[in-house]
């Protein structure tokens, strides 16, 4: 990317480029013009950040997820140039670079807030919740990684005290103790439709504001929580049964009378897509449509040893690791193997027993995605006695490249099963 530095000093750039001049102007070669050297960075087709020969190779499609989720790319790619190790806190240490910028964004948003502008104060909150996000990706696990993600949903919270319909906490009494929920409404509309959003293995409840807000603007209310095992929801291992939690949050929300009763769905993205067609499995007449996104559902547990062997040596090593840690397992091959085993929802009968499901379905995707293959969207699709399959061109895992325009129709998609 090149840049006219004389534009690059302008008083009315945009907050993310004057952070990208002021921080990191020394990877840019300013001989009249500002040369991006980020753009030339090695990418990996893997899931996860990892190091080879010393640099930080972090996947194209991981990017796009963050810049579609509010990220600046500039800043994004700049900034990966600046980081030399995974761990610790110190200077070019993962946490501490995107910390550092989410500190930015949030003094940002508390200055906007003391002076009484709550619009950007709310934006400003938004982008320190999308780098604190960065901060402790994809593990959650380290104590500087912990106070990253407790940032994060400080952060969020402040910026939910300016969405339309300000943001509500609320805690669903789940086994011996409660699930951490946020509740999205839709500005001005009584008792919504109430939509129950769960992500996957790395992106938790605060990480969603983008596809809920297109939600949102179609009338929908939405929940979005943690996952047993995952987030703040770790009191919990990551079971084949853990859809129970949805059923907690069905019936919370069933019994205060705010959301129509009758206009219940549910969506789930990635590790949450498989607990998303375990509720519409269940066929509870209570549950009107379920949205799988990117959901595993059998190829990617039936592996063989050798290949979490092979893995645990490779560029997904912090992906096993960090999902044997959400599992609450040893990251050893025989134990992961032996665990995801259950989840597979062939396997277990859930899925390949003809169509069984009667909760109206939509599975999506891209087609280029080894985690959730083609065949795991077959396979769910032709279980469903009303189903719709999208396939999102060439998309990797979840394909968020195409969110800007699934997300919308997936809101209509939604409206439409849940008037019925």
Not at 378 to 403: I, K, N, P
Request: aromatic share 10%; charged share 20%.
């Amino acid at each position: 990317m090149v840049v006219p530095y004389a534009v690059l000093r302008h008083e009315r750039l945009p907050v993310a480029m004057k952070y990208l001049l002021n921080t990191i102007r020394s990877h840019f070669v300013l001989i009249g013009y500002a040369v991006c050297t980020a753009a030339l960075m090695p990418v990996s087709a893997g899931f996860a950040q990892h190091f080879e020969d010393g640099r930080l190779v972090f996947p194209e499609r991981r990017i796009s997820a963050f810049v579609y989720h509010g990220a600046d790319e500039e800043v994004l790619r700049a900034t990966l140039l600046k980081i030399s190790i995974r761990e610790g806190d110190g200077p070019g240490s993962w946490v501490r670079e995107w910390r550092t910028i989410g500190e930015y964004y949030e003094g940002v948003g508390d200055r906007l807030a003391a002076s009484g502008q709550g619009a950007g104060a709310r934006d400003a909150y938004l982008q320190a919740n999308v780098y604190y996000a960065l901060a402790w990706f994809p593990g959650n696990y380290t104590p500087e990684e912990q106070d990253a993600y407790a940032r994060q949903l400080r952060v969020y919270q402040k910026a939910g005290g300016y969405f339309d319909a300000p943001l509500e906490v609320v805690d669903v009494p789940y086994r011996d103790s409660h699930l951490v929920t946020y509740v999205h409404r839709p500005a001005g509309v009584e008792r919504p439709p109430l939509i129950i959003w769960t992500g996957g293995s790395d992106q938790y409840k605060a990480n969603h504001h983008r596809p809920v807000s297109a939600l949102n603007s179609a009338g929908l209310a939405v929940v979005t929580f943690d996952l047993p095992g995952f987030g703040e929801s770790k009191a919990w291992p990551s079971e084949p049964n853990s859809d129970d939690a949805h059923i907690a949050l069905l019936e919370h929300f069933h019994s205060t009378g705010e959301f129509s009763v009758d206009q219940v769905g549910v969506v789930g993205v990635s590790w949450g897509g498989n607990f998303a067609v375990r509720v519409a499995a269940r066929n509870d007449p209570r549950v009107k449509a379920a949205g799988a996104f990117c959901a595993p559902v059998h190829d990617a547990f039936s592996a063989p040893v050798d290949f979490y062997r092979q893995a645990l040596d490779g560029p997904e090593r912090m992906t096993l690791i960090n999902l044997a840690r959400h599992l609450q397992i040893e990251a050893t091959p025989e134990a992961i193997q032996s665990s995801l085993e259950k989840f597979s929802l062939l396997g277990s009968g859930v899925l390949g027993q003809g169509r069984t499901i009667t909760t109206p379905l939509l599975v999506a995707n891209g087609t280029r995605d080894g985690l959730a293959p083609v065949s795991d969207l077959m396979l769910t699709y032709e279980s469903a006695v009303e189903s719709d399959l999208w396939l999102l061109g060439r998309g990797d895992h979840c394909a968020v490249e195409y969110w800007p325009v699934a997300i919308p129709q997936l809101a209509d998609w939604l409206v439409d099963k849940l008037s019925r």
